[in-house]
Structure formats: C-alpha cells, structure tokens
C-alpha cells in the first residue's frame, strides 16, 4: 500500500521551520524506510496518536507537517511490512552438538555434505558448536538437519 504524496506535500519553504525541526528532519532523512517506521509508532505512542486519526490528517489538507507525518507514516509502514514478508534464502548450518557415541556416523555425514576429507571433517565435528556450511538454500538445508539429525547430531539454521 503506497501512499502518493502532493506537490504541497513535497515543495516546502525550509525557512518557515524552526531550527530544531530542520535538525530532527535531517536526522531522520538519514534513517532506513523501517526506522522512519518505528520513529513514527514511537510518536504515535507518546503523543497518543491513533493510526486512525493519521490517516484522517492526510486527507484534510489540515496544518503544517502533520499531513506530510501520516503519508510517511503509510509508506513507511508499507515498506516495512514488505521487508518483514521477505524471507530469508539463505541459511548457514551449525552443529550445536552430537552424541559421543554416535560421532563417527556424525563425521561421516558431515563429510558427505561438505566434501571435505576424513580429517578436516573430524576436527570440524569435533570443533561443534560450529557453522558446518554457510548460505545454504532452504531446501537443502532443511535436507542436510534431517540427515544429521537422524545419526545424532543437533543441527541448527541460521
């Protein structure tokens, strides 16, 4: 949901603001769509500002900068709304842990999944808690918890 803002909205007279609003202004100029967000729902929290009431003010063509706050408000709580739908695609795989008797099955899975030699995967295994592979796709990672966990390791994505 994308809010168009007016030509009134955008063209401002800067002189017409007080020093400290200028301040704030640029500050927040410097913050990501998300933190805009959350500047937002913190002042909307402290003044008492409901989302209703901010939606309202874009439509009214009310004062100063308040119209201009709520049609931030939506695009910003859109593009933040969009970024919390994206899901992660790549996972990194970590052993947290193994059972001791069950180490040498965990060796050889962790072998057979990295490709590396018999040595290099004992002491990885060995190293446990450790990140096995990094940016792994989710089918294949979820593919990879399954098999070490059916020979005893505790596996973890992140």
Not at 64 to 74: I, K, L, R
Not at 103 to 126: D, N, P, Q, S, Y
Request: with cysteine.
């Amino acid at each position: 949901m994308e809010a168009e803002l007016s030509e009134d909205m955008i063209l401002v007279d800067e002189k017409s603001f007080s020093p400290n609003a200028m301040k704030v202004a640029d500050d927040i100029a410097q913050l990501n769509m998300v933190e805009v967000a959350e500047v937002i729902k913190l002042l909307q929290k402290k003044f008492g500002w409901s989302d209703a009431m901010m939606q309202g003010m874009t439509g009214g063509g009310g004062g100063g900068g308040m119209p201009m706050m709520a049609a931030a408000g939506q695009v910003a709580g859109g593009a933040a709304a969009e970024e919390v739908k994206e899901e992660k695609k790549d996972f990194d795989l970590k052993l947290a842990a193994f059972d001791a008797g069950t180490k040498i099955k965990v060796i050889k899975e962790v072998r057979a999944i990295t490709k590396l030699g018999l040595k290099e995967a004992k002491e990885l295994v060995e190293s446990a808690p450790c990140v096995i592979l990094k940016g792994v796709k989710k089918e294949e990672a979820e593919e990879f918890v399954e098999k070490l966990k059916a020979v005893g390791g505790d596996v973890v994505l992140e």
